[in-house]
T-cell receptor, first 117, second 111 residues
Framework: DAGVTQSPTHLIKTRGQHVTLRCSPI?????VSWYQQVLGQGPQFIFQ???????GRGNFPDRFSARQFPNYSSELNVNALLLGDSALYLC????????????????FGPGTRLTVL | GIQVEQSPPDLILQEGANSTLRCNFS?????LQWFHQNPWGQLINLFY???GTKQNGRLSATTVATERYSLLYISSSQTTDSGVYFC?????????????FGKGTKLSVIP
């Protein structure tokens, strides 16, 4: 079975540009979450989506936005890139089925490594 | 928000040795996961363990939710166990699935 997939693998942008990162969840998973991991730190939560609705948002500026599509895939958009946005961006999926044990167990994709110059 | 502390931050082991990694958290959780991050950044699921004890080969984990800690045991360590181990939790009162990660334990297993 395919795991969580992300594209692109690597990306280089310059300050002020915009970037779109993509994620496809495990088949049957309806919840997608995004995390940012800077070097030497643990991942930080950015967004969670379930059934195309935002269910949670971390402490990130409005330059960060996301959406989930009817097929449960998701996009993370970052506008007006700053040097500090350079990081590994991770996508995670979970079944999200309310009341089901283990529905919040998250499975991570390989990440997109973004470098802002 | 919920706080997660992992210890030790760094650990160097001789191949074959055993180790215990600890994760303390500050509030009630409805999810606790242990991950191993490989050198390429991939987070590999080790355990989903909001409570109780689980074993998988040379690895085992115990979470005592009432005392707000979890332990990851690695026995007979191998060089392939090297990497960063993360504990991550979801706050039971938060209403979302967001995971809060600790800063990790960097494990180095030397031959």
């Amino acid at each position: 079975d395919a795991g969580v997939t992300q594209s692109p693998t690597h990306l280089i942008k310059t300050r002020g540009q915009h970037v779109t990162l993509r994620c496809s969840p495990i088949s049957g998973h309806k919840s997608v979450s995004w995390y940012q991991q800077v070097l030497g730190q643990g991942p930080q939560f950015i967004f969670q989506y379930y059934e195309k609705e935002e269910r949670g948002r971390g402490n990130f500026p409005d330059r960060f936005s996301a959406r989930q599509f009817p097929n449960y895939s998701s996009e993370l958009n970052v506008n007006a890139l700053l040097l500090g946005d350079s990081a590994l961006y991770l996508c995670a999926s979970s079944t999200g089925l309310a009341g089901e044990f283990g529905s919040n167990e998250q499975f991570f994709g390989p990440g997109t490594r973004l470098t802002v110059l | 928000g919920i706080q997660v502390e992992q210890s030790p931050p760094d650990l160097i082991l001789q191949e074959g040795a055993n180790s215990t990694l600890r994760c303390n958290f500050s509030d009630s959780v409805n999810n606790l996961q242990w991950f191993h991050q490989n050198p390429w950044g991939q987070l590999i699921n080790l355990f989903y363990i909001p409570s109780g004890t689980k074993q998988n080969g040379r690895l085992s984990a115990t979470t005592v939710a009432t005392e707000r800690y979890s332990l990851l045991y690695i026995s007979s360590s191998q060089t392939t166990d090297s990497g960063v181990y993360f504990c991550a939790v979801s706050d039971a009162g938060a209403g979302s699935y967001q995971l809060t990660f600790g800063k990790g334990t960097k494990l180095s297993v030397i031959p």
